[in-house]
């Protein structure tokens, strides 16, 4: 969907929600390779435009995802709201 609508002149950002980070395999991004997360804009308070991972082949922005969005669940609880 995120090709699509690039193909079709939108901007598109794309955040990877899946700890199994299928979106972010999807579009060929080697999680070994140290990139933000979703987890560390989440828990770890870096910055978003940090974590902005831009895929020139489809001219989409992305905000990877990797494993350790399993855990998210006890430190997001415990942030302060």
């Not at 901007?11 to 700890?19: S, Y």
């Not at 299928?22 to 978003?48: C, W």
Request: with cysteine; glycine share 2%; charged share 25%.
């Amino acid at each position: 969907l995120s090709c699509i609508l690039s193909c079709l002149g939108y901007k598109v950002l794309a955040i990877d929600l899946d700890p199994q980070a299928h979106l972010t395999a999807s579009f060929r991004i080697n999680i070994d390779k140290k990139f933000f997360t979703a987890y560390d804009i989440l828990i770890n308070e870096e910055k978003f435009q940090d974590a902005l991972v831009y895929i020139k082949d489809f001219d989409i922005h992305l905000i990877p995802s990797d494993l350790e969005l399993t855990m998210i669940e006890l430190p997001l609880a415990q942030k302060n709201r």
